[in-house]
């Protein structure tokens, strides 16, 4: 992390945070660090003496179910409900930041509150999680692309910091927008902690999904970033030149551009081998990934590759890809290839499936590299910037 500077905050501060995206009720990586941010950041013991404004759309924030990671949040923490509306950043929260103007402002996803005069926003950190869109375009609906490359850019240049996911992104930053290095502050993420279950339960969610042999698992949005085509030829590859025994498991919701990936899973004729269970709810996701014996992620490109540590945190080896920000995620725990490369993709996915002694290392491993990462830490780190971002009020 990049050094920020010195100094003391004895008064306790008012830290407003654009909650938003920790309670939606379908949550990808973005959401799950949001949620996982600001529960560990409010629960810090140095934090217990600052006044946490959490602003979201609508009113349901105060019901939280007891199973999301935001229920029951420390006293000090304050739901701020606004109306839901289009551009509620811009409009709804922008004018509560106006009404009652917070010591600094944390944004966990990319977007800051625009202002004719930027100036007048309170000092902000935005966390950036990846720049994917310039790297990927073809990825993203055309508005999409525009928008997130116009918030990223305001946010890079008005933003007191930034919260880089890691070093990749953290250079991605500097080379897309120019932003100093003295103004990024690479803060990982962690593995969000992966609820543990009996057999009976892991029996149950295959049963109900039709997993009656073992099964290689990606997770994630059906898009092609995942890089989800080569996967199954891939897997189409083993199928006809090995008696593999695993079916292929792709779960997730299905994004921008999906649909030529469904098409390429039925020109292969995978049959019930291949299975697309959709989107999976919180309370099945720890039955299907321990119960999972790899997991493939040959994404084309991440900003910092949650899956992965998820993965390795239960004991499941993993296959990733070498490219962006994986390497630095993964360690020395992971099968790393080439992601561009279908024979690679299908080599380490029939290693893994037969070399026993090569799981036992890889698990072994996986277990030891998702110590580097904890919430408390990334907690901790970003509670620095936010005080830096106060000071200079």
């Known amino acids: 992390m990049t050094p920020v500077a010195q100094g003391s905050t004895d008064r306790p501060i008012t830290i407003a945070i654009d909650a938003s995206r920790a309670v939606v009720p379908q949550t990808t990586g973005t959401e799950q660090y949001a949620a996982q941010i600001i529960r560990h950041l409010t629960e810090l013991p140095e934090a217990a003496k600052h006044r946490w404004l959490l602003y979201t759309r609508g009113e349901n924030a105060p019901s939280l179910r007891e199973q999301h990671p935001l229920h029951g949040l420390a006293p000090t923490a304050e ?10 950043t811009h409009i709804s929260l922008n004018r509560a930041l106006a009404r009652h103007a917070p010591d600094a402002l944390f944004v966990p996803a990319h977007v800051l509150p625009w202002r004719a005069n930027p100036a007048s926003l309170p000092p902000s950190v935005v966390t950036v999680h990846d720049l994917g869109y310039l790297r990927f375009p073809d990825a993203h609906r055309p508005s999409q692309r525009l928008y997130l490359d116009q918030s990223t850019r305001y946010a890079a240049r008005y933003a007191h910091s930034l919260i880089a996911v890691s070093e990749a992104t953290a250079g991605d930053l500097q080379s897309a927008y120019h932003v100093p290095r003295s103004r990024i502050h690479v803060v990982h993420e962690a593995a969000t902690p992966i609820e543990e279950c009996t057999p009976q339960q892991i029996g149950e969610v295959r049963a109900r999904l039709g997993l009656e042999r073992r099964y290689a698992l990606f997770i ?14 891939a897997y189409a590859l083993l199928r006809s030149h090995h008696a593999v025994d695993f079916d292929l498991v792709i779960a997730g919701a299905p994004g ?15 049959g019930d081998r291949l299975h697309f269970p959709g989107y999976i709810a919180q309370t099945d996701l720890a039955p299907l990934l321990r119960g999972a014996e790899q997991f493939c992620y040959p994404s084309l490109f991440e900003g910092f590759g949650l899956p992965v540590l998820e993965a390795q945190s239960v004991g499941v080896p993993v296959l990733t890809s070498n490219n962006s920000s994986l390497p630095e995620i993964a360690g020395d725990a992971a099968l790393l290839v080439d992601p561009m490369d279908v024979d690679a993709i299908a080599d380490a996915m029939l290693r893994l499936s037969r070399d026993e002694a090569l799981r036992s290392e890889l698990i072994a491993a996986g277990y030891q590299n998702v110590r580097r990462f904890t919430w408390q830490e990334a907690a901790r780190q970003t509670l620095e910037v936010l005080l830096d971002a106060a000071r200079s009020r």
């Open 79 to 88: 739901w701020r409900p606004l109306p839901a509306r289009s551009l509620w």
């Open 220 to 233: 994630g949005t059906i898009q092609p970033r995942k890089n989800l085509g080569r996967l199954l030829q």
């Open 256 to 270: 921008w551009g999906s649909d030529p990936i469904y098409q390429e899973a039925r020109s292969l004729g995978l």
